[in-house]
């Protein structure tokens, strides 16, 4: 008896592809019937795996059915007994994943038990609130939150669910979100959600959790940053953590797959092209920098530790991927590396001007350093832009090349408008950037790529 192969659609199209082609290919005399009899048995039967879509709607169903659940008990919550209460809310949540498990010892059930798994947890998050009700417990709000997030943290890695982690990311910022609402400084919990969704994204080595474990911990991160940091850090820790989020794509590429490093690698540059752009402003730069930087009580230019811990873990990796891959100046030979090596000298520029500036109490000095960080930020850019126009036109590939173009004519364009407000000279303007994207785009799209032997 063969054994039942779980597999994903595209695995299963190609054999359908190739058991067509085998009966042309036997027709046709290019092999005989023995052979492709022989290649037809090595054919696996075939147990489809559910689709992502299909695992986000059953998550979707069971939040629904789990509100269906709350609302019927709350209909006549007050007139039943504590007693009853209690049995009511531990039945609920046990019976759900007690069924889920006797319901899924026949494979052909996984969406139904995925279903009956994530409504036991929903309804596990409905009895911690319950049970505070019932007792009238009157306790820090969000740490029923954080108690309902280890429940789905706990199922999540113990059934391997994606949707069960999917379900900890919201309740993790959801969770982080009171928080920062209290005033509460949880650094430690940005290190623990990025762990556990990690570890996880890193068993799965799958495109979709990893995007769970960057959206979680980047949006875990920003709410503190937002939130709770001085408004004169903001820069430099915002610019560090985009960083730090290049860097982990770049090792995550490297070492699995580059599906997987997506998800950090456009938060990432996003965050760094954001900032990069913002500085390049003499008057958003003026206005940041004008502000001394406050002292710890350590004597430190820099009192927040999530800036500290942003700044270190941003080093280290890039320190780590130019130790781990000795070969990278002669890849710098190579223009399109020249684009993924500004980034770490950015951060340090940006980090070499803070601390400089916060140090400084001559408003002379101040200013020349300001416009020799002005015009560091629009060389940079610049530097950008180029490295990507030119390395995307003698690819051939236009995405890289459009990219170069923005970034090249924001800040060309943006110079311009400093130095001459006549709506005629930038009407000229315009239609020159238009001319230079035009002829970029027809530059590139004459370079014939390589084709792929099949």
Known sequence: MKEVKVIGVKEQQHWNWLVGKLQQWATQGIIDRAQADRILMQRPQFQQKSSLLVRILIAFSALLFGLAVISFFAFNWQYMPKWL??????????????????????????????????????LFGAGIMLITQVYHIVEHAPNGVFLWSLGALLMAYVLQSTPQMIL???????????EVSFRTRQYWAILLIAAVTGLFALRKRH???????????????????????????????????????????ILIRRSFRTDCALPFEVPGYVLYF???????????????????????????????????????????????????????????????????????????????????????????????????AFLAFNLLMLAHGLVLIISGTREGRIGTSFLGCIIFLFVVLAR?????????????????????????????AKVKKPKEQT
């Open 85 to 122: 209460k209690l049995l009511v809310i531990y039945s609920s949540f046990i019976g759900a994943h007690a069924a889920a498990l006797w319901y899924g010892r026949i494979p052909e059930r996984k969406a139904i038990t995925e279903f009956l798994h994530l409504l036991g947890t929903f």
């Open 416 to 444: 311009f408008a400093d130095i001459s407000s006549n709506l005629l000279v930038q009407s000229a303007a315009f239609a020159l950037g238009g001319a230079f994207i035009l002829f970029i785009a027809l530059k590139t």
């Open 168 to 178: 900890f990311g919201v309740l993790a910022i959801v969770w982080q979100g009171m």
């Open 207 to 249: 495109w979709f959790p990893a995007a769970i474990a960057s959206v979680t911990t980047i949006v875990v991160t920003l709410m503190h940053l937002l939130h709770l940091h001085p408004d004169n850090n903001i820069a430099v820790a915002l610019i560090g953590l985009g960083s730090l989020y290049i860097a982990c794509g």
């Open 274 to 372: 954001g900032v990069l752009a913002f500085l390049s402003f003499r008057e958003a730069l003026k206005e940041v920098m004008r502000q001394p930087i406050p002292p710890s009580a350590s004597g430190y230019p820099f009192h927040s530790i999530l800036t500290w811990a942003i700044i270190v873990f941003a080093l280290l990796l890039w320190s780590f991927w130019c130790i781990l891959f000795p070969g990278m100046l002669e890849k710098l030979r190579n223009l399109a590396s020249w684009h993924t090596a500004l980034v770490p000298v950015t951060f340090i520029v940006t980090l070499f001007v803070w601390l400089i500036s916060g140090s400084l109490t001559d408003q002379k000095t101040l200013e020349h350093l300001m416009m020799a």
